[in-house]
Structure formats: structure tokens, C-alpha cells
């Protein structure tokens, strides 16, 4: 069994789409980033990766490469989750959380989860999904960005 931690944070940009785990959140504000800003996905893949004892992201799609330009994340996890295979490794099970003060995401919960396991070709119960604020406290709190954290479990 391995585990791996994915964290990674976006600045909202007012006028963006948002797209969580894959899955259109109605929102006036979306996030700022090369890609589609699916903050979600990107914990999610690095949790991945370095349960695999691979690089970040950012190594591998770097926000630099006109490649990654508005690319969307399903891809980014799919890859991940590709490189977990070539080393005989499969997800066990994946916890994330999303802390946003806005919007409220309870009722997208259900679509996330089935969104992430479909992109990952696991059953909807390996993959759980928690939304949180922070109270109105910090840099999500004060409505500037949203964050995820993402624990996984692969499976030799
Ligand atoms: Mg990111």
C-alpha cells in the first residue's frame, strides 16, 4: 500500500467558468490558471503521483507550455493515474476536500464523485469528497482563492 498528499490552491477570477472534479459549478467567479483551473483535479493528481514517488504537476504539465493552455484537467488526472499503472499501482481509495467560502458545493458532492471515479475508471465508492470553509478566515475566506487537499491510497 502507498499513500500520497495533493494540495494546490487558485485565485478566483471574477467572470470564469468553474469547474470542479470535472464537474460545472454555477458561479460568478471561476478560477484564475493556465489551465481550466480545477484545483480539485490537480490535489487529486498529485496525491497520485506522489504515492507513485513521482514529480508534481508542474513537472509534468508545466503552465509555461502552450500545450497546457486551457487544458482540462480530466486529462491531467487520467495521465496521472495512467503513470500510477505503468508501476503496477491502482487507487485503493482517494479523500478530498475543498475549502471555499463560495460557492456552496454540498449539493455537487454526488457529482463530483461520480465525475472523478468515472475519469479514473474506479468504482464511485474508492472516491469521497468533503467540502468545507474556513470560516471566513484567510485567503479562501476572504473569497481570493479556493483550495483542495487530496489523500490516496494506491494499491501494489
Ligand atoms: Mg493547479
Same mark, same amino acid.
Given at each position: 500500500?502507498?499513500?500520497?498528499?495533493?494540495?494546490?490552491?487558485?485565485?478566483?477570477?471574477?467572470?470564469?467558468?468553474?469547474?470542479?472534479?470535472?464537474?460545472?459549478?454555477?458561479?460568478?467567479?471561476?478560477?484564475?490558471?493556465?489551465?481550466?483551473?480545477?484545483?480539485?483535479?490537480?490535489?487529486?493528481?498529485?496525491?497520485?503521483?506522489?504515492?507513485?514517488?513521482?514529480?508534481?504537476?508542474?513537472?509534468?504539465?508545466?503552465? /509555461?507550455?502552450?500545450?497546457?493552455?486551457?487544458?482540462? *484537467? &480530466?486529462? %491531467?488526472?487520467?495521465?496521472? +493515474?495512467?503513470? $500510477? =499503472?505503468?508501476?503496477?499501482?491502482?487507487?485503493?481509495?482517494?479523500?478530498? /476536500?475543498?475549502?471555499?467560502?463560495?460557492?456552496?458545493? *454540498? &449539493?455537487? %458532492?454526488?457529482?463530483?464523485? +461520480?465525475?472523478? $471515479? =468515472?475519469?479514473?475508471?474506479?468504482?464511485?465508492?474508492?472516491?469521497?469528497?468533503?467540502?468545507?470553509?474556513?470560516?471566513?478566515?484567510?485567503?479562501?475566506?476572504?473569497?481570493?482563492?479556493?483550495?483542495?487537499? $487530496?489523500?490516496?491510497?494506491?494499491?501494489?
Amino acid at each position: 500500500m502507498r499513500i500520497g498528499h495533493g494540495y494546490d490552491a487558485h485565485r478566483i477570477e471574477p467572470g470564469k467558468k468553474m469547474t470542479l472534479g470535472g464537474v460545472k459549478i454555477s458561479s460568478d467567479f471561476g478560477l484564475k490558471a493556465h489551465s481550466d483551473g480545477d484545483v480539485l483535479i490537480h490535489a487529486l493528481a498529485d496525491a497520485i503521483l506522489g504515492a507513485s514517488g513521482l514529480r508534481d504537476i508542474g513537472f509534468y504539465f508545466p503552465d /509555461t507550455s502552450d500545450e497546457t493552455l486551457n487544458m482540462d *484537467s &480530466s486529462e %491531467i488526472l487520467k495521465s496521472a +493515474a495512467e503513470m $500510477a =499503472e505503468k508501476r503496477g499501482l491502482k487507487i485503493s481509495f482517494a479523500d478530498c /476536500t475543498v475549502i471555499a467560502q463560495r460557492p456552496k458545493l *454540498s &449539493s455537487y %458532492i454526488d457529482d463530483m464523485r +461520480a465525475s472523478l $471515479a =468515472e475519469i479514473l475508471g474506479v468504482e464511485r465508492d474508492r472516491i469521497n469528497v468533503k467540502a468545507t470553509t474556513e470560516e471566513k478566515m484567510g485567503f479562501t475566506g476572504r473569497c481570493e482563492g479556493i483550495s483542495a487537499h $487530496a489523500v490516496v491510497l494506491l494499491e501494489e
